[in-house]
């Protein structure tokens, strides 16, 4: 059974940073690729960042685009959403994701995590 947890989720002033980390177990880690996704209150969950399943191909949505920054540790099984500059708009639930697929769309990953929270203060 797969299990990604996502922590280091929190409260951060606008322009601050944070990091997060999503564990993943029970698959081959290394053999897919991984997704961060974030769902704001009353908004649809919408796609943020990627990284194929070597961590040589990135993609970002265009909003975080030279503020956030994704990547992977195989030997720890873990990825990561370095996120700075950070914005009120960037307040949302971040989920990882994990995925056979490549791309940005959220039906195509098929197992989530249960979300960290992030809320950035104006």
């Known amino acids: 059974q797969v299990q990604l947890v996502e922590s280091g989720g929190g409260l951060v002033q606008a322009g601050g940073s944070l990091r997060l980390s999503c564990a993943a177990s029970?698959?081959?880690?290394?053999?897919?690729?991984m997704g961060w996704f974030r769902q704001a209150p009353g908004k649809e969950r919408e796609f943020v960042a990627a990284?194929?399943?070597?961590?040589?191909?990135?993609l970002y949505t265009d909003s975080v685009k030279g503020r956030f920054t994704i990547s992977r540790d195989n030997a720890k099984n873990a990825v990561y959403l370095q996120m700075n500059s950070l914005k009120p708009e960037d307040t949302a639930v971040y989920y990882c994701?994990?995925?056979?697929?490549?791309?940005?769309?959220?039906?195509?990953?098929?197992?989530w995590g249960q979300g960290t929270q992030v809320t950035v203060s104006s």
């Open positions: 990284i194929s399943w070597s961590g040589g191909n990135t």
């Open positions: 994701a994990t995925s056979v697929n490549w791309g940005r769309t959220k039906d195509a990953y098929d197992y």
């Open positions: 029970g698959r081959t880690f290394s053999w897919y690729n």
